[in-house]
């Protein structure tokens, strides 16, 4: 895997964002809202095309974040769920494109994504060269400093 950086990151945290409005909340009501995967789920084929892409795209960002095992199975419980909904209006009319409609698979994801994303205390160095060298300690006490910080991870891995 290629080194990563704070900034790539931040990136990924960024256009998870942009992708979590696209999706689920391009026009506002209130506290209510709807995107594409919303008014695409109307069309057969399409949203499925897009809900599924959108998915794994999702998923790709949390595998380059380096996303923690509990957040990648959250992700893929949201997700799963949107898909599943998405791909059985194919099948039955209606039904499941109302709870597509309504079910924000993306946006509890990204969510889940930018969560954990915040949640961690990111290190632009080996792990490996980091407990050799001592600064793994200075890491791991920076972490525990902030009370936000679950975890560490190490970008040049």
Same mark, same amino acid.
């Given at each position: 895997?290629?080194?990563?950086?704070?900034?790539?990151?931040?990136?990924?945290?960024?256009?998870?964002?942009?992708?979590?409005?696209?999706?689920?909340?391009?026009?506002?009501?209130?506290?209510?809202?709807?995107?594409?995967?919303?008014?695409?789920?109307? +069309? @057969?084929?399409?949203?499925? &095309?897009?809900?599924?892409?959108?998915? *794994?795209? =999702? %998923?790709?960002?949390?595998?380059?974040? #380096?996303?923690?095992?509990?957040?990648?199975?959250?992700?893929?419980?949201?997700?799963?769920?949107?898909?599943?909904?998405?791909?059985?209006?194919?099948? +039955? @009319?209606?039904?499941?494109? &109302?709870?597509?409609?309504?079910?924000? *698979?993306? =946006? %509890?994801?990204?969510?889940?994504?930018? #969560?954990?994303?915040?949640?961690?205390?990111?290190?632009?160095?080996?792990?490996?060269?980091?407990?050799?060298?001592?600064?793994?300690?200075?890491?791991?006490?920076?972490?525990?400093?902030?009370?936000?910080?679950?975890?560490?991870?190490?970008?040049?891995?």
């Amino acid at each position: 895997m290629a080194k990563r950086s704070i900034g790539d990151i931040e990136k990924i945290w960024s256009n998870v964002e942009g992708v979590k409005k696209l999706s689920d909340r391009a026009v506002g009501f209130g506290p209510f809202g709807v995107g594409l995967d919303g008014l695409l789920t109307w +069309i @057969p084929v399409v949203g499925t &095309v897009y809900s599924v892409g959108t998915s *794994g795209w =999702l %998923l790709l960002q949390a595998t380059r974040a #380096k996303a923690s095992p509990g957040a990648l199975l959250r992700m893929a419980a949201y997700l799963g769920a949107d898909s599943t909904a998405t791909a059985v209006g194919e099948v +039955i @009319p209606f039904g499941p494109d &109302v709870i597509d409609f309504f079910f924000r *698979g993306h =946006l %509890l994801a990204a969510n889940a994504l930018q #969560k954990d994303i915040e949640t961690t205390h990111w290190v632009e160095a080996n792990e490996r060269e980091a407990k050799a060298s001592g600064d793994h300690d200075r890491h791991v006490a920076a972490m525990r400093a902030d009370p936000k910080k679950r975890r560490i991870v190490y970008l040049h891995d």
